[in-house]
């Protein structure tokens, strides 16, 4: 069960795009298309932000879209906002019947 | 309004046993699959257990095994996570989350779970 890749950090500034990275193996991102991504500001609990990789819950802004090509993931956030700024995790049902959680990344918006 | 509130967390010496509780409302308890996820402050969140909608079917990340116990009380709403022989490593954040499409849509605000002597 070993974490999700993830860049520890990226950066951007407002209006501008940027995506995260998320690489797994073949027997979780590369298997199912159960990938998911949330946001977590500091001193808060996470929120999700994608499901099934690509899909948006109600109420999550469509500047947030997902993607995946093979065992890699993405998240895309464009036209970056100062209330991005948080760390974001992707995470993946595997074929052991369990989830994995990346690393997570720091988005930092200058 | 949907709500998750974690409870139960505290100093256990290692080697102790905690029970952490998650009462939920607003939504049909029964209907959805249920988390336990950890976090270590300042570190990365940390899958820990599931358990389906009737309770019959679990699992656990391999740190865990053995060691913690998932269940739930559909008929109280409260989800539980049953912590045996811990270590200083389980030193965490522990949230529940509610399951839906394989992902974590509602989540609490967590109780802290310190592991010292």
């Known amino acids: 069960q070993s974490a999700l890749t993830q860049p520890p950090s990226v950066s951007g500034s407002p209006g501008q795009s940027v995506t995260i990275s998320c690489t797994g193996t073949?027997?979780?991102?590369?298997?199912?298309?159960?990938v998911s991504w949330y946001q977590q500001p500091p001193g808060t609990a996470p929120k999700l932000m994608i499901y099934?990789?690509?899909n948006r819950p109600s109420g999550v802004p469509d500047r947030f879209s997902g993607s995946k090509s093979g065992n890699t993931a993405s998240l895309t956030i464009s036209g970056l906002q100062v209330e991005d700024e948080a760390d974001y995790y992707c995470?993946?049902?595997?074929?052991?019947?369990?989830?994995?959680f990346g690393g997570g990344t720091k988005l930092t918006v200058l | 309004e949907v709500r998750l509130v974690e409870s139960g967390g505290g100093l256990v010496q290692p080697g102790g046993s905690l029970r952490l509780s998650c009462v939920v409302s607003?939504?049909?308890?029964?209907?959805?699959?249920m988390h336990w996820v950890r976090q270590v402050p300042g570190k990365g969140l940390v899958w820990v257990s599931r358990?389906?909608?009737?309770?019959?079917?679990?699992s656990y990340a391999d740190s865990v095994r053995g060691r913690f116990t998932i269940s739930r009380d559909n008929a109280k709403n409260t989800l539980y996570l049953q912590m045996n022989s811990l270590r200083d490593e389980d030193t965490a954040v522990y949230y529940c989350?509610?399951?839906?499409?394989?992902?974590?849509?509602?989540w609490g605000q967590g109780t802290t779970v310190t592991v010292s002597s």
């Open positions: 099934d990789v690509t």
């Open positions: 995470t993946s049902y595997t074929t052991a019947n369990t989830w994995v």
């Open positions: 607003g939504f049909s308890f029964s209907n959805y699959l």
């Open positions: 073949s027997s979780d991102v590369g298997h199912y298309n159960c």
């Open positions: 358990i389906n909608s009737d309770g019959r079917t679990t």
């Open positions: 989350s509610r399951g839906t499409f394989y992902a974590m849509d509602v």
